[in-house]
Structures are given as structure tokens and as C-alpha cells.
């Protein structure tokens, strides 16, 4: 049960872990665009971001609405300094720079504005532009102030990403970039930085312990692991033989050293000693003090007569010799 919750714990770590690295990198790739964007407006002559022929442009009020609202972007086609710019037609939307102060800061010429166009005039050899925007809550029915074609930025493709324009104008804001770009791309390539480490502990972890045993540890560990593995088959040739293995039964050291494989012939089977031999030697030890004590009583009376007999012989022969001399 243990093992069971502890996979499953590790494949939901390893899940959670994948799609946070998928969703940090979908915003690095979204952050490394609006670096792009940020830095293709600041070195852009029109001071809009451009890419492959493109200009993006993000929609601050909502005089075109509701074809096109405040907060969108918009795509255009870039055609400032181009001959298209003189031969955009009536009801055409195109981005230019107005004549007006639309922001407040003083300044005449620098502001960006996206209108329709209403009247087309020829003179000179210039074209000149009379736009308005088409919702008249803003407007009033009243149309921008001339503009010539040099002004024209340009044309409205029909692209429109409704709330991009709000967040790439934030971005692109020197707040914006630090909050939102520098800041969380350090804290990723931080967090990058300690998982490619912890991962280099543990690759090489083991590594550095291993290359810490000495030729002798090794040695000894493969003396252990080949005494374990004799114990082993020991046990085993115990079993299929029914008989018992022998405890802590020595290993012989050729067998060790060399590792090869014991047979199961290593354990010695105890000789079954025959009982016979030993039931008979033990009766005629039983039986030998039984004669021994049979040997009657007369024959013993008769060895003390005799023997006190040749005692007294012998005395008289000793008296005898005595007297002849």
C-alpha cells in the first residue's frame, strides 16, 4: 500500500513538475515576442512594431467602434514611404499620424490615430486625406483635419485580437517590461538554474561515493555478497536433501577468493553410524562383571588354603637350613 501511494505521489510530482516547465516556457516564448515588439517599435522610423511587412497597433479609444474597440490590436499593412500610400481609396481604415494633440502633451505630429477615410484629394501631385472615425458618440460627424499621404503609417488588413492591445501597450511601458518581462524571466531562469543543479547532485552523488571505496572495501563486499551466496545454495541442497543447514558453517577461503560458485555438495552429510555395534559392545560390557561374579566361593577358599600352605614350607625349610648349619 506504501509503495502504491508513494508512485503515485512521485507521477503526480513528476506530472505537476512537466506542466510547469510547459507553462513556463509558453511564457518565455510569449516574453521573448513582446521583447521583439518592444524593441522593433523603439528602432521602427514609425515608432509602431513591424514584422514581415506588418505593423501592430494597439487601439487607445473607441472612435472606430464597434468595428473596432479600445484595448484591441490591430493589424496593418506597412506602407509608409511607399507608393501605396498615395493610392489608398475611399472607406479605407488607415493608421497615420494625426495633425492633432490627441494626448494631452503638447506635442503636434507624434500621436497615432486609425481612421476611415472619407474624402480623397489630388493637388499638386500630392494626395491628401480627409478621415473620420465612424462612431459618431466621438466624432460628432465631424471629420479629422487633412492629412497627406506621407502621413499614412498603413492599412487596416481586417486582424483584429480583441485585449492584446491594452497588454502589449502596458508591456511596452518601462513598468510594464520590468513587472512583467525582466523580473519573471530572472525568477525562471533561477528556477532553472537549482533544478539543473539538484539534478547534477544526483547524477553525480553516487558517482563521488562509489570512487570513495577503497580496492579493499570492494573486496570485501564481494567476499560478503559470494558468502551470502553460498549460505544460499547451501540452504537450498539442506532443503532438497531434508535436512537441516548447518549454522554459521565455515567458507572455505579458495572458495571466496576465487568466486566461483559452490556445489551442492559443499554440505556434508553427518555419517549415519550403524546402532548394531554399538547395542552389542554395549551389552558385553554389561555382561563381562556378571561372569566375573559368578567365579564360585569354593575356589576362592581354596587359593587362601594354598597359598597359607606354602607359607609354612617355606618356613621350615628356612628352620631346617638353619639347624644344618
Not at 522593433?40 to 501592430?56: H, I, R, T
Not at 500630392?126 to 479629422?144: L, Q, R
Request: hydrophobic residues 40%; negative net charge.
Amino acid at each position: 500500500m506504501d509503495n502504491t501511494q508513494d508512485k503515485s505521489k512521485s507521477k503526480a510530482s513528476k506530472v505537476g513538475g512537466t506542466i510547469l516547465n510547459i507553462l513556463l516556457w509558453i511564457f518565455v516564448v510569449f516574453a521573448v515576442v513582446v521583447t521583439v515588439f518592444v524593441f522593433s517599435a523603439q528602432k521602427d522610423a514609425d515608432g509602431v512594431p513591424s514584422l514581415f511587412g506588418n505593423s501592430y497597433i494597439s487601439i487607445v479609444s473607441d472612435s472606430m467602434a464597434p468595428e473596432i474597440r479600445t484595448g484591441d490590436m490591430i493589424v496593418v499593412k506597412k506602407v509608409s514611404g511607399m507608393p501605396e500610400a498615395a493610392q489608398c481609396q475611399v472607406g479605407d481604415i488607415i493608421t497615420f499620424y494625426s495633425s492633432q494633440d490627441i494626448n494631452g502633451d503638447g506635442k503636434v505630429g507624434n500621436d497615432i490615430e486609425t481612421h476611415a477615410i472619407v474624402n480623397v484629394r489630388q493637388s499638386g501631385g500630392f494626395t491628401y486625406y480627409i478621415t473620420m472615425g465612424t462612431n459618431e458618440e466621438y466624432s460628432h460627424g465631424i471629420a479629422d483635419p487633412e492629412i497627406m499621404s506621407t502621413s499614412v503609417i498603413g492599412i487596416y488588413t481586417g486582424t483584429r485580437i480583441p485585449g492584446l492591445g491594452s497588454v502589449v501597450s502596458f508591456l511596452g511601458s518601462s513598468t510594464g517590461f520590468l513587472v512583467c518581462i525582466v523580473i519573471p524571466l530572472a525568477i525562471f531562469f533561477l528556477y532553472e538554474l537549482i533544478h539543473f543543479v539538484v539534478l547534477f547532485i544526483k547524477v553525480k552523488g553516487p558517482k563521488e561515493a562509489k570512487a570513495g571505496i577503497t580496492a579493499a572495501d570492494e573486496e570485501e563486499i564481494k567476499r560478503k555478497a559470494i558468502e551470502e551466496y553460498l549460505a544460499k545454495q547451501s540452504a537450498a541442497a539442506a532443503t532438497s536433501q531434508g535436512t537441516e543447514p548447518e549454522k554459521d558453517a565455515p567458507v572455505e577461503e579458495s572458495a571466496v577468493e576465487s568466486g566461483e560458485q559452490a556445489s551442492d555438495e559443499t554440505v556434508e552429510q553427518p555419517e549415519e553410524k550403524s546402532e548394531e555395534p554399538v547395542e552389542e559392545a554395549s551389552e558385553e560390557v554389561a555382561e563381562a562383571p556378571a561372569e566375573e561374579a559368578e567365579v564360585p566361593a569354593e575356589e576362592a577358599e581354596e587359593q587362601a588354603e594354598s597359598t597359607e600352605f606354602d607359607s609354612s614350607d617355606v618356613d621350615e625349610s628356612k628352620k631346617d637350613d638353619s639347624k644344618t648349619e
